[in-house]
């Protein structure tokens, strides 16, 4: 069953973080080379880690997941609060940042630098007439549902026994989620009737048709 994992990261399945970090001493590192870090990373076909800085504080985030903070214990190494897995920069010939590498579970996993810029979705307007139609349930799988409502002006998306999110338009059929690198994206056939929503997250696409 998709789910939309707010804790799950990498090869995790659950939430465990209260104790990753303990023992591990966090240093400042300057925002100028935490800039130098920006971009992003292929750990696997169509499963990139992507670097940003926020607020002058390292993030990461994996493809179909939320963003989760890294702490330095040195200028190149890094780790989580959140979940126990470091990441280590790796620089080439001429200093320039090329590579990263996650440890976690007793693996160490190598993620090439694709692009030195994380694509950030841009947000539009549509317009509440046409985000009415989408309103609706959508079958995952028997007993599991995605609910689409509006609520004052804003469309949401719940997948049954999951909290509800907003979804933010990046055109009139696809949407996406902040919460999480998601998307949704409503069909409609030839008669401009909406007959099923596509959930992409990750690597990996969900058919649901309205019912």
Known sequence: MLRYSLCAFFLLTSCFAQN???????????????????????????????????????????????????????????????????????KGAAGKVVSLTLHQGGQDMNAPRISDKVVERKEIKVSPALLAKYAGVYELQPGVDVTITLEGGQLFGQITGQPKFP???????????????????????DKGVVTHLIIRQGPGETKAPKK
């Open 20 to 90: 990753a970090a303990v023992g591990r001493k966090e240093i400042t590192v300057s925002p100028a080379i935490l800039a130098k870090y920006v971009g992003t990373y292929e750990l696997a076909p169509k499963f990139n880690i992507m670097i940003t800085v926020e607020g002058g504080q390292l993030m990461a985030q994996a493809s179909g997941q939320g963003k989760a903070p890294l702490f330095a214990s040195s200028e190149t190494q890094f780790f989580y609060k959140v979940v126990d897995a470091q990441i280590d920069f790796k």
């Open 167 to 189: 979804m933010f338009a990046e055109t009139e059929t696809k949407f996406f989620l902040k919460v999480v690198d998601a998307e949704n994206e409503f069909v409609k056939n």
